[in-house]
């Protein structure tokens, strides 16, 4: 098992950065591929990009690919995205997750408390 939890949100202004990252408890981080998801207030969590054990493989929706990056250091155990070029559309609550296995856009099973991003136009 695995507990995760997120930090680095905040509030940015339309065209600003915000790195978010995502520390996780727990001796097998290494073995589970890491998720960011969002939520917006009246919408679905959706996916936003994904990598997998080793750093090597990374999956990204359409809209934040060429934005975003996600990367991971095993050695601290942790997970982060690098939001660039922010839309005020990327405002919601960000998730970190974590799965065991195959590098996916859905089924994880532990999940973070969430944090905060808004962007201003």
């Known amino acids: 098992q695995v507990q995760l939890v997120e930090s680095g949100g905040g509030l940015v202004q339309a065209g600003g950065s915000l790195r978010l990252s995502c520390a996780a408890s727990?001796?097998?981080?290494?073995?589970?591929?890491m998720g960011w998801f969002r939520q917006a207030p009246g919408k679905e969590r959706e996916f936003v990009a994904a990598?997998?054990?080793?750093?090597?493989?990374?999956l990204y929706a359409d809209s934040v690919k060429g934005r975003f990056t996600i990367s991971r250091d095993n050695a601290k155990n942790t997970v982060y995205l690098q939001m660039n070029s922010l839309k005020p559309e990327d405002t919601a609550v960000y998730y970190c997750?974590?799965?065991?296995?195959?590098?996916?856009?859905?089924?994880?099973?532990?999940w973070g408390q969430g944090t905060q991003v808004t962007v201003s136009s």
């Open positions: 997750a974590a799965k065991m296995g195959a590098l996916l856009r859905t089924k994880y099973d532990y």
């Open positions: 990598v997998n054990w080793s750093g090597s493989n990374t």
């Open positions: 727990g001796r097998t981080f290494s073995s589970y591929a």
